[in-house]
């Protein structure tokens, strides 16, 4: 960046191009802008504004920016099919209400199902069969996490680091687990020069390197004191162990781990999607019974970093409850119509599926409606047939397609317990 704002400084002047095209145009920088704006050639400014992931780093929209004489949309994504852009679609639609943005191509995809039946990814070593298999994360701390995780199931599985595992940050780890040390128990040096020098009585140790990092907002260094503190006496053990299940090329790896930021612009055949983005905390028809949830308080970037994670994916995507929260609010419960005669069990209708609902099928009904079984990244949801008032809850007036309204308001409603994300959880306890 210093050698950018000294070319910046120099005023260069790019006359010998009749054209120049600015990729990733909604985080260019300022210096960028100021270096090409200028220039007398034409200027062709490409981007994606719901990918624009690093206004931390102080970068701006040139889309929005920069008056233009022509503009194209691209809506068309040769990457993957019709039910990853849906995924991609309603995220927009839902958290940026942003409408008729994104066509998948005619190939096929997978969100739930066969794809992930055979295998939870999270407890195995190896991956689905199905090509490259990635799995991505909000922040470096759950990327450490998730390669902690693989590891214990499997401690021969192989991994690979976006960006390189000599870039993740795991000697500086290892540092600041020596600098939590007394000083008369360190077995092994600190590397990092930084580090060292809080080694000094004067500045404080390891609190006074916690306080640094708090003060200076160093978001890195403060995410590896959260993973120090977190595993604190497996430290020198799982950073021995990350090294030596690690694969520098992707295609050798059992698993790719690695952050949005790394991750963008590249593609893998399956993406496992994290639990650590931006939170809906319940599906929509519980939402009104949270009074503290309001989904203009997440950054427009926070949803850009959840919308880029999804759109990785080429032929598989698995989602968290996050982002089945979320489609919730397009109203996409993921319920299919059966004949309810083909849902008894030796004559006897079901039990409504809906945990803590008693309620039995309608078998004077002709059609019921089923939710799809799902499997998450750490859980799985058997689906199955819902009674009469639970699909009312869920969908509304679309519920009477089995039976006159008169017929669904009758039946008792089930409340379920919310299993709330922590937050939440504790602002409710407040109440």
């Known amino acids: ?141 759950t990327v450490f996490d998730q390669a902690v995780r693989l590891t214990d199931a499997n401690p021969r599985c192989r991994l690979h680091i976006v960006g390189g595992v000599d870039n993740f940050g795991l000697d500086r780890i290892m540092d600041i687990w020596v600098l939590m040390q007394p000083e008369n128990s360190r077995s092994r040096g600190i590397r990092d020069q930084f580090i060292r020098r809080f080694t000094k009585e004067s500045l404080g ?46 295609q050798h790896a059992d698993f790719i781990l690695g952050t949005v930021h790394k991750s963008k612009g590249l593609e893998f055949d399956t993406v496992i999607v994290t639990d650590d983005f931006a939170k809906v905390p319940c599906a929509a028809h519980d939402l009104p019974r949270i009074s503290s949830y309001s989904g203009g308080d997440v950054q427009e970037d926070e949803w850009n970093l959840l919308y880029v994670a999804v759109t990785r994916a080429k032929n598989s995507l698995v989602i968290t409850k996050n982002i089945s929260n979320v489609l919730t609010l397009a109203g996409e419960y993921f319920l299919r119509t059966e004949l309810t005669q083909a849902l008894l069990t030796e004559g006897q209708p079901p039990v409504c599926s809906v945990r803590e609902c008693q309620n039995h099928i309608t078998t004077d009904w002709p059609l019921a409606m089923c939710k799809l079984p799902f499997k998450y990244i750490d859980s799985w949801d058997n689906g199955g047939p819902m009674c009469g008032a639970c699909v009312l809850q869920r969908v509304g007036p679309t519920a009477s397609l089995l039976a006159p309204p008169g017929s669904l308001q009758v039946l008792p409603v089930t409340l379920q317990r919310l299993e709330l994300p922590i937050n939440h959880a504790l602002l409710m306890a407040l109440f």
């Open 1 to 141: 960046m210093g050698y950018l704002k000294l070319w910046q400084l120099q005023r260069p002047c790019l006359d010998q191009y009749d054209v120049i095209f600015i990729d990733e145009a909604q985080d260019c920088t300022p210096a960028i802008m100021d270096i090409m704006l200028p220039q007398r050639c034409g200027k062709v400014l490409v981007g994606d504004p719901h990918q624009q992931i690093y206004l931390f780093r102080g970068a701006v929209n040139a889309l929005h920016l920069v008056e233009h004489t022509h503009l194209f949309y691209l809506t068309q994504s040769f990457r993957f099919g019709s039910e990853i852009a849906y995924i991609g679609a309603t995220i927009l639609q839902v958290c940026k209400k942003v409408t008729n943005i994104l066509v998948g191509g005619k190939q096929d995809g997978v969100i739930q199902g066969k794809a992930v039946d055979s295998l939870h990814p999270m407890t195995s070593g190896s991956s689905l069969g199905q090509g490259k298999l990635a799995v991505l994360s909000r922040c470096n701390v």
């Open 205 to 250: 140790g390891y609190m006074g390197l916690k306080l640094y990092a708090t003060k200076t907002e160093d978001r890195e260094l403060e995410a590896k004191f959260t993973v120090v503190e977190k595993y604190n006496s497996r430290i020198p053990e799982l950073v021995d162990r990350i090294y030596s299940c690690t694969e520098r090329e992707a």
